[in-house]
């Protein structure tokens, strides 16, 4: 009997902890046009993988308060945009983005320690895609 009292306890808490996270984190973005959205996403999905398209983060250096990063974007015709990105905090960053052959230098101000994302879109194709690589920095 105490162990069935303990799983409905266990589980009233385990489903009010879900809806408290879920009305918490729901960052109230909604697709009017949900399966034409995902027959997209899954097609620009298939031509980065059969590209074998990629964010490579070769280093992340700290100068004082510079945060220098550099990589590449691998196998990739045309960098269309690349911009380095806060999505959890919702921070505008100051930043420079130097592109030159598919290699790229990302130089910021005063960044803090966190997860962060490298966002690029390429064209492919005449196919523009959207990549995302996640980077962690640490001071």
Do not use: H, W
Not at 14 to 37: C, P, R
Not at 78 to 86: C, E, Q, R, S
């Amino acid at each position: 009997m105490r162990m069935m009292i303990a799983l409905v306890i266990l589980g009233v808490l385990l489903l009010f902890s879900s809806f408290y996270f879920g009305v918490k984190f729901f960052d109230g973005k909604l697709e009017e046009d949900s399966y034409n959205a995902a027959i997209d996403y899954d097609k620009k999905k298939k031509i980065i993988k059969d590209n074998d398209i990629s964010i490579v983060v070769d280093s992340i250096k700290f100068d004082g308060k510079l945060c220098s990063i550099t990589g590449d974007v691998k196998n990739a015709e045309n960098i269309f945009t690349l911009k380095f990105d806060a999505p959890s905090t919702k921070l505008n960053i100051p930043q420079n983005v130097e592109i030159k052959n598919g290699k790229f230098i990302i130089n910021l101000k005063d960044i803090t320690e966190g997860n962060y994302l490298i966002v690029a879109e390429v064209k492919v194709k005449d196919e523009l895609v959207r990549l995302e690589k996640s980077v962690y920095i640490k001071k």
